[in-house]
């Protein structure tokens, strides 16, 4: 433990103020609105930028070395866990397509909000303010780093772990995160920071990285687990930020109460929405289950949020749209997903499967009012027809959403046999939506969204074949071109779990590392 | 509502019809979730309506055991969420659909797998 | 009345920490996960250096809870005695 100095030391909240302010200056060579261009053009007012302070009162000092001590801790055990063959000692290898689909759709999405919060850094006034994005930048970037470390081990052994950047960038499931970040790092910075720092990580990251991260470790993937709370210690700094954040817009000036709202509304269902991925991960993809997607929804959304947005209320804020519908869905989200990549696995970098008879049972009991009704139903028919070798596998592209860009397979709220259309007309042009919210998104800037990467209809297009084919040739197969385009090891990364080169590997490897 | 932005903020939009083989149609079978979503497929404006029902549909839903057992002239068809009666001999744009256009049909008594919608 | 909560890592430096917050919030619940631990109480929670340091017999830089901390919720106070969560201001 720390050694403390008998002489008189400073208190803390002086070595902050010593630390952070007085660290800016007012430009002279230019006008202050040409080196701070984007401070004003979001309507936000702000009167008093040293009004803002870091509550944890971090200095630099102090971040590098609690973040030195934390890098230390991490890599031990990432070297510990590669030296003695940790990935024999997961529960099992069903386990790791989870992780699959965090190399894939989570780690890019920490190096964006790495150039997110440079960005921020570089454009708010007010040193505080400036630290504080600035110490977030560097976590984001370590993120990024330690998440290829600590997963990079099991590419060496096992499918869908090799080629995640290219993915990120081509793959239809992948557009979904990828294209929730670029809506936040094209906003300017105060919407920057409300989407991500608040939105996402003080409501909804919690989501991701409590249940999910202790799930790994009940899972015996100590790297996982390490990486995973090694982060969302950061998070915390990172939660705090936003909170202080809204607080600190709030309390400027009246004025900025409805455009936060509106950003609340927003990013609380553009998270949301992303999160379904999380649901899944939690109900299916863990072998061993802490919590079902919906308990952890009611800690972390309802109850958690639910405090933070009643504490909101005085300034004027009220909780999100989209937080009923959301309520709403928590007994089917998950499950609505989990099917839409069994039936897709084919075009998907990770496998899928039907869950056991016990896991049945789990999801039975963790969601009496749906499972049984829903769901248990249609995985037990694609059991069936998995067994008598003719797998349901759909080929038809699907209605994406114009905004949050998932495959329209959400239902209407309070209705789950009816799936939830809306659409909107904008300068002749048609837009379909998966709820009210994603809607209201739209219309409220439809000249950002009209521009929305939307991967069926770029492969509809012909964006989404290699240079020089030529879909005209006879006996042209676009799924294969465009499984090529997206350099999927195709029998190995793709299809169902059962028969999977991973299952049989992890098998052989167990019973290798069990007898002689 | 519109973008607060810098500059000027004026962007072409992404998916205008001259971009595709032709314009796109979006599809729902209700009470059918094994298709997960309503599909997308392109199709000439100048094709009569029939031949969604004689090609397209059947190449999209075929593999469903329920599909056999539609009865063409029960279905109910939905234009944009509205009841809507299509004339089968008719082309597409005559039926009022156009690039993006939403159409869902019901198959009264076809309720999914096991009653549960599938 | 709304709760606030703090998680920390299941681990060796974390547990005076976690002894030190149920003594000093009688209205603490801890909830065990795999590698983690969760603690919420009504509207407030302190954590006091001195308890922690009563504990270990050494003295402790509250700062040092960043390595230990996974998340928390509430507004945060914090001083060179005393790390307060609440949903009071
Ligand atoms: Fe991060
Ligand atoms: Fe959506």
């Given at each position: 433990m720390d050694t403390r100095l008998e002489k008189k030391k400073l208190s803390l909240r002086e070595r902050y103020h010593l630390m952070t302010r007085g660290l800016g200056w007012e430009p002279t060579y230019q006008p202050a609105d040409k080196v701070f261009p984007f401070t004003t053009y979001e309507g936000i007012k702000i009167h008093d930028w040293d009004k803002f302070e870091d509550p944890f009162r971090l200095t630099m000092d102090a971040y590098w070395k609690y973040q030195g001590e934390k890098e230390k801790k991490l890599y031990a055990v990432i070297d510990a866990f590669a030296q003695n063959n940790g990935f024999l000692n997961i529960s099992d290898a069903r386990y790791l397509n989870a992780i699959k689909i965090f190399i894939q759709g989570v780690t890019p999405l920490e190096y964006y909000a790495h150039r997110g919060f440079a960005f921020a850094g570089r454009h708010f006034r007010g040193e505080g303010l400036r630290?504080?994005?600035?110490?977030?930048?560097?976590?984001?970037?370590?993120?990024?780093?330690?998440?290829?470390?600590?997963?990079?081990?099991?590419?060496?052994?096992?499918?869908?772990?090799?080629?995640?950047?290219?993915?990120?960038?081509?793959?239809?499931?992948?557009?979904?995160?990828?294209?929730?970040?670029?809506?936040?790092?094209?906003?300017?910075?105060?919407?920057?920071?409300?989407?991500?720092?608040?939105?996402?990580?003080?409501?909804?990251?919690?989501?991701?990285?409590?249940?999910?991260?202790?799930?790994?470790?009940?899972?015996?993937?100590?790297?996982?687990?390490?990486?995973?709370?090694?982060?969302?210690?950061?998070?915390?700094?990172?939660?705090?930020?936003?909170?202080?954040?809204?607080?600190?817009?709030?309390?400027?000036?009246?004025?900025?109460?409805?455009?936060?709202?509106?950003?609340?509304?927003?990013?609380?269902?553009?998270?949301?929405?992303?999160?379904?991925?999380?649901?899944?991960?939690?109900?299916?993809?863990?072998?061993?289950?802490?919590?079902?997607?919906?308990?952890?929804?009611?800690?972390?959304?309802?109850?958690n949020g639910g405090a933070l947005f009643n504490d909101l209320a005085r300034y004027g804020i009220r909780e999100p749209a989209g937080f009923r519908d959301a309520i709403d869905g928590k007994d089917h989200i998950s499950h609505q997903a989990w099917l839409t990549f069994y039936t897709y696995n084919p075009l998907a970098a990770f496998h899928t499967w039907v869950p056991t008879d016990a896991e049945l049972d789990w999801l039975s009991a963790k969601y009496p009012e749906s499972f049984d009704k829903y769901y248990r139903p249609r995985l037990l028919y694609l059991r069936e027809q998995e067994k008598a070798g003719k797998p349901v596998a759909n080929k038809n592209l699907p209605l994406l959403c114009n905004v949050c860009q998932i495959p329209m397979f959400f239902t209407e709220p309070g209705n789950p046999r009816m799936i939830c259309y809306r659409e909107s007309v904008y300068e002749g042009e048609r837009y379909h939506f998966c709820s009210d919210h994603c809607k209201a998104i739209f219309d409220h800037e439809p000249e950002k969204y009209v521009q929305s990467w939307l991967p069926v209809q770029q492969i509809l297009q012909g964006n989404c074949f290699k240079p020089g084919t030529d879909p005209t040739a006879p006996g042209f197969d676009p799924v294969a071109a465009v499984l090529d385009y997206y350099e999927l090891n195709v029998g190995r990364d793709n299809f169902w779990y059962e028969g999977s080169e991973d299952q049989r590997n992890f098998a052989a490897w167990r019973a290798a590392a069990q007898n002689n | 509502m519109a973008v607060k932005a810098v500059k000027p903020y004026r962007f072409p939009p992404r998916d205008t019809v001259e971009k595709f083989p032709a314009p796109l149609l979006f599809i729902g079978w209700e009470d059918h979730f094994m298709f997960v979503a309503p599909i997308c497929v392109p199709v000439p404006s100048e094709a009569p309506f029939q031949v969604v029902i004689d090609k397209v549909l059947p190449e999209a839903y075929g593999q469903h055991p329920d599909f056999a057992r539609i009865e063409w002239d029960k279905v109910e068809w939905f234009r944009s969420g509205e009841p809507f009666r299509p004339d089968p001999a008719k082309s597409l744009k005559e039926n009022g659909l156009g690039h993006k256009s939403v159409i869902r049909f019901r198959t009264p008594g076809l309720e999914g797998i096991g009653g549960a919608y599938f | 009345m709304s709760d606030v909560f703090i998680a920390l890592q299941d681990t060796d430096e974390a547990r005076p920490i976690i002894e030190a917050i149920l003594a000093d919030n009688p209205k603490a619940r801890l909830t065990h996960s795999p590698a983690m631990v969760k603690i919420d109480v009504p509207q407030r929670l302190v954590i006091r250096r001195r308890s922690i340091e009563e504990i270990t017999g050494l003295p402790f830089d509250l700062q040092r809870i960043h390595v230990s901390l996974i998340s928390l919720s509430g507004h945060i106070e914090e001083d060179d005695d005393e790390f307060v969560l609440s949903w009071k201001r």
């Amino acid at each position: 433990m720390d050694t403390r100095l008998e002489k008189k030391k400073l208190s803390l909240r002086e070595r902050y103020h010593l630390m952070t302010r007085g660290l800016g200056w007012e430009p002279t060579y230019q006008p202050a609105d040409k080196v701070f261009p984007f401070t004003t053009y979001e309507g936000i007012k702000i009167h008093d930028w040293d009004k803002f302070e870091d509550p944890f009162r971090l200095t630099m000092d102090a971040y590098w070395k609690y973040q030195g001590e934390k890098e230390k801790k991490l890599y031990a055990v990432i070297d510990a866990f590669a030296q003695n063959n940790g990935f024999l000692n997961i529960s099992d290898a069903r386990y790791l397509n989870a992780i699959k689909i965090f190399i894939q759709g989570v780690t890019p999405l920490e190096y964006y909000a790495h150039r997110g919060f440079a960005f921020a850094g570089r454009h708010f006034r007010g040193e505080g303010l400036r630290v504080a994005c600035q110490m977030q930048s560097l976590d984001e970037l370590r993120h990024t780093q330690t998440e290829i470390h600590a997963i990079s081990p099991y590419n060496r052994f096992f499918n869908g772990f090799h080629h995640p950047r290219h993915w990120f960038d081509r793959m239809w499931y992948l557009s979904v995160p990828k294209s929730f970040f670029e809506d936040a790092n094209t906003g300017g910075p105060f919407e920057f920071l409300t989407a991500i720092s608040f939105s996402f990580e003080y409501v909804l990251t919690n989501l991701l990285f409590l249940p999910f991260m202790s799930g790994a470790a009940y899972n015996g993937d100590l790297s996982t687990v390490t990486f995973g709370f090694s982060a969302q210690s950061d998070e915390s700094r990172h939660m705090t930020l936003g909170i202080e954040c809204i607080k600190f817009m709030l309390e400027q000036d009246e004025a900025n109460v409805p455009i936060v709202q509106h950003w609340i509304d927003k990013w609380f269902w553009r998270g949301y929405r992303v999160l379904t991925l999380v649901g899944m991960m939690m109900d299916y993809m863990l072998p061993k289950r802490v919590m079902s997607w919906r308990e952890a929804w009611e800690i972390y959304g309802e109850q958690n949020g639910g405090a933070l947005f009643n504490d909101l209320a005085r300034y004027g804020i009220r909780e999100p749209a989209g937080f009923r519908d959301a309520i709403d869905g928590k007994d089917h989200i998950s499950h609505q997903a989990w099917l839409t990549f069994y039936t897709y696995n084919p075009l998907a970098a990770f496998h899928t499967w039907v869950p056991t008879d016990a896991e049945l049972d789990w999801l039975s009991a963790k969601y009496p009012e749906s499972f049984d009704k829903y769901y248990r139903p249609r995985l037990l028919y694609l059991r069936e027809q998995e067994k008598a070798g003719k797998p349901v596998a759909n080929k038809n592209l699907p209605l994406l959403c114009n905004v949050c860009q998932i495959p329209m397979f959400f239902t209407e709220p309070g209705n789950p046999r009816m799936i939830c259309y809306r659409e909107s007309v904008y300068e002749g042009e048609r837009y379909h939506f998966c709820s009210d919210h994603c809607k209201a998104i739209f219309d409220h800037e439809p000249e950002k969204y009209v521009q929305s990467w939307l991967p069926v209809q770029q492969i509809l297009q012909g964006n989404c074949f290699k240079p020089g084919t030529d879909p005209t040739a006879p006996g042209f197969d676009p799924v294969a071109a465009v499984l090529d385009y997206y350099e999927l090891n195709v029998g190995r990364d793709n299809f169902w779990y059962e028969g999977s080169e991973d299952q049989r590997n992890f098998a052989a490897w167990r019973a290798a590392a069990q007898n002689n | 509502m519109a973008v607060k932005a810098v500059k000027p903020y004026r962007f072409p939009p992404r998916d205008t019809v001259e971009k595709f083989p032709a314009p796109l149609l979006f599809i729902g079978w209700e009470d059918h979730f094994m298709f997960v979503a309503p599909i997308c497929v392109p199709v000439p404006s100048e094709a009569p309506f029939q031949v969604v029902i004689d090609k397209v549909l059947p190449e999209a839903y075929g593999q469903h055991p329920d599909f056999a057992r539609i009865e063409w002239d029960k279905v109910e068809w939905f234009r944009s969420g509205e009841p809507f009666r299509p004339d089968p001999a008719k082309s597409l744009k005559e039926n009022g659909l156009g690039h993006k256009s939403v159409i869902r049909f019901r198959t009264p008594g076809l309720e999914g797998i096991g009653g549960a919608y599938f | 009345m709304s709760d606030v909560f703090i998680a920390l890592q299941d681990t060796d430096e974390a547990r005076p920490i976690i002894e030190a917050i149920l003594a000093d919030n009688p209205k603490a619940r801890l909830t065990h996960s795999p590698a983690m631990v969760k603690i919420d109480v009504p509207q407030r929670l302190v954590i006091r250096r001195r308890s922690i340091e009563e504990i270990t017999g050494l003295p402790f830089d509250l700062q040092r809870i960043h390595v230990s901390l996974i998340s928390l919720s509430g507004h945060i106070e914090e001083d060179d005695d005393e790390f307060v969560l609440s949903w009071k201001r």
